[in-house]
Structures are given as structure tokens and as C-alpha cells.
């Protein structure tokens, strides 16, 4: 068996619908972890779906309780081939957003596979069961092969992605033993291009915060009190007017990471094109920071959102002046930006500009992932750079971070792990959305990507090169 040989085994998995009966199975189990009643199916994921596949390829596998007592469990398996071998750890989180039933296309339902075209419908398939699936597809395919993996594989497959993985962080720091690896490969997120193999190293970080005016207790006729008592939805709207100018660049100082955009980072920014198939929005160019280009306002620098906003009752408006105004806003950020110094940071602002005794400032419901970034240059990018090169003939996108967030600062910094990601889905996947899917020809491909990338992790004397190891 030759290299060329298994990606085409691996191809042929998905050709034979072999890998769609496979997918069709987990996308079943309607695990929402945003659902308290979804408990037992997020149990039943693992002990039924995962855990035979896994056992089968010869893991020895156990499910982890989750140290905060509420969530969902974790599953860790391993197959330990020889302890002096190089260990590759691999995540993925069977958890997905709420299934939105009635909000489907006609024909289409969130817990079961459909294919329509090139395209692959049902919630999980982008994020994250197709790619966690595309993975195991991957290792059990180099198994069946080689006989063998020729490195240490360890896999996490969590329940809580989705509601910001709550007791991951505290296992890893409980129990670090069980984790040891010397690389974290694993796959979420799109690709830059669904045409484009990508290849990224971290995460932007992001916090969630609201900001509130509140003035007095109950609403009053905009009659009788218009001009004499102060409107919370207009003060709190210059408020957030004075965060960034009319094109949405951001003026507070601490907020713009400018350090964070090294000359190794805007040359592995400078040939990427972004495209997220042909349903994508078209991209405001004239919209972000004027100096970059859109590659670098997404993926190497910071962006402010306004996600919601309330004054008053939207869905039955009164003729009165709202005692109160909302809104739910967020930051996602790069390396560079301090994350305990945002919301410190908006209130000086906010002080500044007259509005620090008006406007309050809260991130109450702790929402918060930090921000991550492998070196461009790291020589795990550029060897994993290369077997997907090998594979496609095309050398793939490489991004210095995702442009949304993922729990990689526990793998980087818990423990110590290099992070690369290979990502299956594309940015027009829909997905936390109706209508969720994957596309056939880009899973067709991530198969034999994967194939390739884990029989070279197998096919090379890593005791050669010291940075490859922990």
C-alpha cells in the first residue's frame, strides 16, 4: 500500500457512500447542548456512535464526567502504539446549536442526512460532526493500510463546544496526564475558499458584553415627557457611535492590536482571497480598517459588533419614551489585544467621551475566549503545509489564526500544545443556521487530505527533528 493508494481508499469512502451512512448516524443523535433536555443524547453520542467506531480501530476509550456537574461529558480514547512514537492529539465536539425544525427549507430536517447536488444537509455537518467524522474516517482508513498508525493517536471529543466548553479547561488542568501529546491536527472552521485546502494555527479571541442606559423605573408618553426626559435608546446609540467612526474602524487605542500584524504574518495574509461560495454575502470593501486588506481585517486584526439592540418593546411599539436601552455587543480579537483590559479599556473610552456616568458596561454572562497564534514560519506549519500540498498539488491557504473562536488557548497553553488546524467546511456552510450542510466535493477532498496527512505522521523517523516533539 503506497500513499497514493490509501488517499484513493479514502476517496473511495466517500464515493461508495460509505462515509455518508457513517455521517447519517451522528447527524441522528440530536445532541444540542444548549438544551437541558438533551442530556442523555449527548451521553448516548458517545457511548453509541463514537465509541464503537473508535474501539474497533483499537482505542482504548473512556467517558471523562464533566467537572462542572451540569454539562455534557467527554470522550478521550487512545491507541498507544509505542511510547517512544510521536503522539498526535485530535479534537472534535459532537454538541451542535439548536436544531431550528421549523425554520428548515421544505424537505429538509436538521437530524437527518440529506444530499441534494454537492450538497450535504444537517445540523452538525459543518460543525462539527463532519469534520470530526472526516478524521476518524481518515485514521481508520491509514489503520486498515498500514496495520498500524505509526504514531501515538489520542482523540477528545467534548459535548459543550457550543455553550463555550464549560469543564474542558478544568480537566485539562485536573488531569493533565491524560492528555500528553507533542501536536494538537484536528479540524473546524471553514476554509478561506471551499475550493482551497486551508491550513490555520489559532483562533481569534472574543468577548461578549452589554452595554445599558437605564434612567428611571416604567415608560412615559412621549406626548406629555418628549423633549423633557432624556431618550436611553439615543444616548446609548452615540454611545456605541463613538467606538468606531462611520466606516467601522475602531478608535479605542487598546483595541487596535497594531503589533499584532508582523511582516510573517501579512505574508502569509498576502495571497489569500476571501470566498465563501456563491450564496456569500459580496464584502463591503469599504466597510473595517481603510489601511488593510480584507484577508487582514479578518484574520489578523480586531472586530467590533453590535449583535442586538433594545429600547422600548420592538415586537409592539408604545407612543412612550423607553425607561431603558440595551445592547449585546462583541470584540473579536487577535493576539495582542489583552483580554482582561477590553471592557476596562471601553469604559476609559466611554469616560472620555462623556457618556462614563450614563452607560453601563457588563460582561455578565462570561462569555470569553482568548486569542491564539501559532508562528507562520513554526516548522509543524510548514510540514503540514506541505503534505497537503503533496496531496492536492496546490499549495493551501495558510492562516495565522480563524477568524472566529475556538477552545484553543486551553490546548496551546494548558497544555503546551503546537495547534494546527485543517478545516473541512466553508463560510456559506450556514451553519448555527437553517439549512446547515457541508459540500460533497470539498469532503470528498478533506478525506484524502487527511489520509495523506496521517500516513506521513507515520511514514517519518521523528527523532530527527526535535522541534516535533513536546
Not at 64 to 79: C, E, S, V, W
Not at 175 to 200: C, H, N, Q, Y
Not at 260 to 276: E, G, H, M, Y
Amino acid at each position: 500500500m503506497t500513499r497514493e493508494t490509501v488517499i484513493e481508499t479514502a476517496h473511495k469512502r466517500f464515493d461508495s457512500g460509505e462515509f455518508l451512512k457513517d455521517l447519517a448516524a451522528l447527524v441522528a443523535v440530536p445532541t444540542e447542548s444548549q438544551n437541558p433536555e438533551r442530556g442523555a443524547d449527548l451521553r448516548r453520542y458517545l457511548d453509541d456512535e463514537i465509541t464503537p467506531r473508535l474501539s474497533a480501530m483499537g482505542y482504548e476509550c473512556q467517558v471523562l464526567d464533566n467537572p462542572i456537574a451540569q454539562y455534557g461529558p467527554f470522550l478521550l480514547a487512545k491507541r498507544i502504539e509505542d511510547e517512544d512514537n510521536l503522539t498526535v492529539f485530535t479534537y472534535g465536539h459532537g454538541d451542535v446549536v439548536g436544531g431550528q425544525e421549523d425554520r428548515w427549507q421544505e424537505g429538509l430536517d436538521p437530524w437527518t442526512l440529506k444530499v441534494d447536488g454537492n450538497r450535504i444537509y444537517g445540523r452538525g455537518t459543518a460543525d462539527n460532526k463532519g469534520q470530526h467524522a472526516i478524521n476518524i474516517n481518515a485514521l481508520a482508513t491509514v489503520l486498515e493500510a498500514r496495520g498500524e498508525l505509526g504514531f501515538n493517536s489520542v482523540i477528545l471529543i467534548e459535548t459543550g463546544e457550543e455553550t463555550g466548553s464549560p469543564g474542558l479547561g478544568e480537566l485539562f488542568r485536573s488531569k493533565p496526564e491524560l492528555f500528553e501529546a507533542d501536536v494538537l491536527i484536528s479540524s473546524d472552521g471553514p476554509r478561506v475558499d471551499p475550493a482551497r485546502a486551508t491550513l490555520f494555527m489559532g483562533s481569534r479571541g472574543a468577548l461578549n458584553f452589554e452595554m445599558n442606559v437605564r434612567l428611571r423605573k416604567g415608560a412615559h408618553h412621549s406626548g406629555n415627557w418628549g423633549g423633557l426626559l432624556k431618550d436611553p435608546g439615543i444616548i446609548l446609540s452615540h454611545a456605541i457611535a463613538t467606538i468606531t467612526d462611520a466606516r467601522g474602524q475602531i478608535n479605542i487605542p487598546e483595541w487596535r492590536p497594531s503589533a499584532s500584524l508582523t511582516p510573517q504574518v501579512r505574508k502569509a495574509l498576502a495571497d489569500i482571497t476571501v470566498s465563501a461560495g456563491n450564496d456569500a454575502p459580496e464584502i463591503n470593501l469599504d466597510w473595517g480598517e481603510e489601511d488593510l486588506s480584507p484577508a487582514e481585517r479578518v484574520w489578523g486584526w480586531n472586530s467590533f459588533s453590535v449583535l442586538a439592540m433594545t429600547s422600548g418593546i420592538p415586537e409592539r411599539p408604545q407612543n412612550a419614551i423607553a425607561p431603558d436601552a440595551t445592547a449585546f455587543c462583541q470584540l473579536r480579537f487577535v493576539v495582542g489585544t489583552e483580554i482582561d483590559d477590553i471592557v476596562p479599556a471601553l469604559r476609559r473610552h466611554l469616560e472620555r467621551e462623556g457618556f462614563g456616568d450614563i452607560v453601563e458596561v457588563g460582561n455578565d454572562d462570561g462569555v470569553a475566549f482568548a486569542a491564539t497564534r501559532l508562528d507562520p514560519d513554526h516548522p509543524w506549519v510548514e510540514w503540514a503545509a506541505a503534505s497537503i500540498e503533496r496531496t492536492t498539488g496546490t499549495p493551501p491557504a495558510v492562516l495565522p489564526n480563524l477568524g472566529g473562536s475556538l477552545p484553543n488557548e486551553l490546548f496551546a497553553r494548558v497544555l503546551g500544545l503546537p495547534t494546527l488546524w485543517v478545516p473541512h467546511s466553508y463560510a456559506g456552510c450556514s451553519q448555527h443556521a437553517p439549512n446547515e450542510h457541508i459540500l460533497g466535493s470539498t469532503t470528498r477532498e478533506a478525506l484524502g487530505i487527511m489520509a495523506g496527512i496521517f500516513w506521513d505522521l507515520g511514514d517519518q523517523n521523528w527523532t530527527d527533528h526535535d522541534w516535533a516533539r513536546k
